[in-house]
């Protein structure tokens, strides 16, 4: 794992001529063919990955590309999936699953939690498990029920799996490359509403596997940091954009890219820097990603901090209908708000009496 | 001198040992049970003409509601044209205190089990994830998570026997869904406990795009039923009056304590997967031909005709019934519908906790705001914003 | 949910005569005896908890004494058991599900996470389903993998369920009465190392079910607060004695006891007065539950906090092997160490240059 | 006028209707398969006094684990003692580049396949998750969750047909792992994928204290086979030959690209499920006198006795090889494995996580404070301080 420094770069910025725009679907899909073309070892498996090319077309032409035997259409049991692709990986093949929505993961979390995240530690390294499940995630598309989870907290809390969720097209390539060149497991997250996003990408020129463990800073600022990644940096980006606009606040956008390994010195530098900071994504707020990443920066940055770090998420409330969507995913004006509360000059906290700091 | 001491020679096998039931009869017919063409009789007079005007109706809603998604109305319909048969008889075999579990495609089960069609189409709409009562009609909520409704309807059946009371449940299932281990949970949960409760599994011949053949090699889903000790029927699925008595046969047998079965029904989607598929990536126009030749409403048609029970009068009334039910129908579907986003807080617990007692005020701050900016003169960005 | 004031008392303190010592497993058999007794609709399912009592003996006698229709063996499918349990409870029973070991709930996820924590909402509360997960959790007990997790983190993060884990004999006959008479599913916890912990409890006046949402406060203190539940009760006790015996500290000892619904008034009060508080548990640190107690206690304490809110927990691992789970398990020095930590004096934070509070 | 045009009167079965497989020769045979007893002859000269070495080896090894537990040398042990014709069986049939997927209950295979029984029992013993190499002997780890390792074997075969290789993998479940959906899962995939991977159940009779028939109303565990589209053979399992026989046609059939098999093993676990359990909770001691009668060791004991091949020299050199092997066990699990706490850290992730780096080095801080504090005179509370 290459400690290559955070990148200080706006997400899709102009590329050099000869690029045209193209999708983060096409990414993907660009990302795994040059994988099965690289390594023989690398095996697709999913439901519909293979004739249809996946629900959202991110397998399309790879069966037809390298046969049906390298991209198979499995039957329908996500455990059977997880399972079988568990001992492929023991066999020494590369293979990667695609689970067709992210709650349609949960009949493999036995596999999951049971026996990828710990079968190297529990062989000593004997039988690592060069692994990716692909799984995409969150909101935002009009999906009825089922169709619009996030559950990147129950990974997180998962030892021994990456947790990755790349936010822009490049990205999705980089990492994704990196994902299954990886020996470990990692848990692709596919931010589902950005899958039509477009940037420009050399696909013939295409970037390097990105190493984990390296948030990115897409807009700097010095007033506040926004934490965030996968389907609400846009969303952050656009309220950094208005906040600059409306209050004249220069606010700092964190991609996390990876939640695990996560990137505290990134992090902590832009905190250290702004003194606030707010964590922003769609998952439910209790016991969501943001509270350990609340917490840990609140850990690594005490002293620096003018304010709580708060935490813009959706609800805690089951995922709503896709007409109420709206109201429950986290959008400009409530990452607004929450950077309006971070104590520019006043005590705040409902019900506390707040008191100068010492 | 040996480890075990001799005592004598022991021919008989394990002790305890016998097969606990016959396998024989768990197994189904060699071929897919029909009625219709075979010059058999309705079970009662009259039952066949109804599941005509059923089925009839049950395509014009099948259309209307594919028509619904091209005008925006509906946010994602699967469609069960070509399985209208089962559906039919499905809602039609049941008894008034039975209970049916059906899946995202069972929305004209659920219909023709008496909802009212814009509350069975909710979840699809998108405005609720259930419009029904669940009790009014004992209909489960439509499931999305393939097979997991299968367990609830074995426990329910279970519960209700427990409970004395003569009630069967009938929970649907696709092929695809055979494949899932809550399927195999639920079968074996369903004839340990000789559970009433029946499932049927609509066979169409494809999970989206990956057909039966990558879904399992067993000589049929129904032969799956010996291995939980349950019997198995293959059915003609598209043979309405065939579907209807083995269901009403499996689920009265059921009801008066004979335990489960499993029956498969062979039938075809003559759509796409959902309006959002494309499934000239994985099927033949030839094959959807074949199909159409056995159209569950075609079959049923030229079996009312040769027994000369198709008169025009017939054809009119289940025609016109269709169209004042889709005339209906896509009335009240092109209202509106504007559930509250402070029902977003409804129902998480019995008694909403603090913490979302704070949330939700916090939302009706937003949208008191969003509300007044909106009839301020010339304001608002309204409630768009925030709709990323 | 009576809001009755959090209970100041230490746990299993010396109880009026006519009381006898019983321990925990006593206590929670007690009160799923009661409950069958009391109310009909209640019945009990899982592997072994028939005939044989279940592994732990929480429901011995009870198939004996209610007939095998009310505690039934049933087949060893974990989602099946919890899948009817869904069902009956549609049909109105009332039915309490044994998990035998923490981690053999995962097969359940999927039942837990897309339909028991979401019917009711689903169904506009037209299907509510008064329906409790019993799960021995926890290590401590020399179990062999598998047998020691900590789940809690996937249980808080899933909206819908209410998450309860007694510490105490009492506690464990209150709550899981209170649980069975939810009309909302719990995940009850029960933390098996505690199971053959001891207290006086007079079972022929059992104590009343308890409300949820209410923490309890068995010791009281000035110095710092240590905020923790279940397994780690006993244990923050002891490192408290400790911390008055060696440093002449008082900490505050919070028993969270539910941690969904969580008791924010009870912690943060007691914080607020501190200035200082560790979450102590099992569970793996990162996105663990201490991340959401941290994160919350700092936003709703952050200017009556001397230092960052620290977690002492399991590290970062897969549950150990029994003969090294000593070392995982936070224990009183890990505590103690955390608490000295509290910035007493000076800066500590490694690699960042402290500041003054402005 | 109607719905659908005529078109004909159409008794054909629904397009492309055909059984894919007859069911006929997946079906088990009524009765358990045997050979002792039967007049059969060894398929190998000397496979069944083989076969009786390794038998009287098994049965020393699980009295010698029992004994540890007892000692306090071993967490837990659950005993084969009874099953040993399976596990040694199951051992005996694999070929080199087989590989085997045990459970809990089956170290005695593993132990009879070459590992290191020191190894074979770190689990158990406590000291580690696992403890041999699963490369070196084509053993996958000790698996705990019930039928997980099930869907393992099945991937790990079909990559090893994917990859050229003749490679069967041999997969062991007990009659309460199959109730669990994994066991459907891996099944079903295996059949589907034509995977060279054998089931084998050892149907004890019980899930811990669950007896069959609250596990499962199938006519025999076998008949599930047919469901998923292969052979269920049903199989006295302590008919050691009987059951090496079954084994090695079927793991031939499998390398040779014939696909996958099911076979159920009747046995029974004549100690408690393991040290910890108290058996007479739920079974008489009856039964247990009627399977003592229809031990493996003493059914092949007697099958050699009647043919004169039980001489004096084989059952002493049986007898010494286990004494001698039990106590070498003994004696190596007699020494204290000393993990080393810093393993902790080791293997979680291919490189350790700065998060991992920052855990290590404070634990290695605290390892050395109370090292220090343990050296200084009259110092130190130990290590047993933080083991609460
Ligand atoms: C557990 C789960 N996995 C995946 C899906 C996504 N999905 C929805 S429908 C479908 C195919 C189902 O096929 P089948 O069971 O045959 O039913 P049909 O759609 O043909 O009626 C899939 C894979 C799902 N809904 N649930
Ligand atoms: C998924 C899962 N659920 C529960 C358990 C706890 N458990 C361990 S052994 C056992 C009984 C297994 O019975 P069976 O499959 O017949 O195997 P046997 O012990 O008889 O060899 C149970 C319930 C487990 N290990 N895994
Ligand atoms: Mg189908
Ligand atoms: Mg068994």
């Known amino acids: 794992m290459t400690a290559a420094p955070a990148s200080r770069t706006s997400p899709d910025a102009p590329a050099p001529a000869g690029t045209r725009p193209v999708t983060m679907a096409q990414a993907l899909n660009r990302a795994l063919r040059d994988a099965l073309a690289a390594d023989p070892a690398v095996h697709i498996l999913g439901e519909d990955v293979g004739t249809l090319g996946g629900v959202f077309r991110i397998t399309d032409g790879l069966a037809a590309e390298f046969g049906d035997r390298r991209c198979t259409d499995t039957p329908l049991a996500e455990a059977g999936i997880l399972g079988t692709a568990v001992g492929m990986a023991m066999y020494g093949l590369r293979p990667v699953v695609e689970m067709q929505f992210d709650a349609f993961a949960y009949p493999a979390f036995e596999q999951l939690v049971s026996h990828v995240s710990r079968m190297r530690n529990r062989t000593s390294g004997a039988l690592p498990l060069p692994l990716t499940v692909r799984i995409p995630y969150g909101g935002g598309i009009g999906g009825v029920e089922h169709h619009s989870d996030s559950s990147e907290a129950y990974y997180m809390a998962t030892p021994g799996l990456h947790v990755v969720t790349p936010a822009t097209v490049a990205d999705a390539y980089g990492l994704l490359r990196r994902a299954i060149a990886s020996d470990d497991p990692v848990v692709f997250l596919e931010p589902k509403r950005l899958y039509w996003s477009k940037a420009p990408l050399d696909l013939d020129q295409p970037p390097a596997a990105l190493p984990f463990g390296r948030a990115a800073v897409p807009r700097t600022g010095t007033s506040a940091t926004l934490i965030t990644y996968g389907p609400s940096l846009p969303v952050c980006l656009e309220a950094a954009e208005a906040a600059r606009a409306t209050e004249g606040w220069e606010l700092e956008v964190i991609d996390l890219r990876t939640l695990v390994p996560f990137d505290d010195d990134t992090v902590c530098d832009s905190v250290r820097r702004t003194g606030r900071a707010v964590v922003v994504h769609e998952a439910t707020g209790f016991a969501g990603p943001g509270a350990e990443i609340a917490a840990r920066v609140t850990e690594g940055c005490f002293h620096y901090l003018q304010a709580p770090v708060l935490r813009v998420t959706g609800f805690d409330i089951p995922y709503p209908p896709p007409m109420l969507e709206g109201h429950h995913l986290p959008g400009v004006d409530r990452i607004l708000d929450a950077v309006a509360r971070l104590q520019w000059e006043a005590d705040w906290i409902p019900g506390t009496e707040g008191r100068p700091h010492a | ?388």
């Open chain 2, 1 to 388: 001198m040996t480890v075990l001491e001799h005592t004598g020679y022991r021919p008989a096998p394990p002790p305890g040992w016998q097969p606990r039931t016959d396998p024989a009869p768990l197994l189904p017919e060699p071929e897919p049970y029909r009625l219709l063409g075979t010059g058999a009789e309705p079970a009662t007079p009259g039952l066949w003409r109804e599941l005509y005007r059923r089925l009839v109706l049950g395509r014009r809603y099948n259309e209307q509601a594919t028509a619904l998604t091209r005008q925006g109305r509906l946010a994602v319909y699967p469609s069960s044209a070509g399985q209208e048969a089962c559906q039919t008889a499905a809602a039609l075999a049941l008894r008034p205190d039975d209970w049916l579990f059906p899946s995202y495609r069972d929305t004209l089960a659920v219909v023709a089990r008496g909802v009212d069609p814009v509350q069975a189409l909710s979840l699809l709409r998108g405005d609720r994830h259930s419009g029904y009562d669940p009790h009014r009609h004992r209909v489960a909520p439509l499931c999305t998570p393939l097979a997991t409704q299968l367990p609830h309807a074995v426990g329910l059946a279970h519960a209700a026997r427990l409970c004395g009371d003569e009630v069967a449940a009938l929970a649907l299932v696709g092929d695809g869904g055979t494949s899932e281990g809550d399927f195999h949970e639920a079968l074996n949960f369903a004839a340990v406990w000789q559970a009433p409760v029946v499932f049927l599994v609509q066979n169409n011949g494809f999970a989206i795009s990956v057909p039966l053949a990558k879904q399992t090699a067993a000589p049929s889903i129904a032969h799956k039923a010996v291995g939980y000790g349950m019997p198995g029927r293959l059915v003609d699925g598209n043979d309405a009056p065939a579907v209807h008595q083995v269901l009403t046969e499996a689920l009265d047998r059921a009801r008066s304590g004979g335990g489960p079965a499993l029956i498969e029904a062979l039938t075809y989607r003559l759509d796409a997967h959902t309006n959002a598929d494309d499934a000239s990536r994985y099927r033949d126009e030839e094959e959807v031909a074949a199909w159409r030749g056995h159209d569950p409403l075609r079959l049923l048609e030229e079996e009312l005709r040769r027994r000369g029970e198709l008169t025009d009068e017939l054809v009119a009334e289940a025609r016109t019934a269709a169209e004042s039910f889709a005339a209906g129908l896509r009335e009240r579907m092109h209202a509106d519908p504007r559930p509250d986003a402070a029902s977003l807080f409804d129902h998480v617990y019995a008694e909403p906790t603090a913490q979302l007692r704070a949330q939700h005020s916090r939302l009706r701050a937003e949208l008191a705001a969003e509300a007044e900016a909106a009839s301020a003169p010339g304001g608002g960005t309204g409630p768009g914003r925030d709709a990323a």
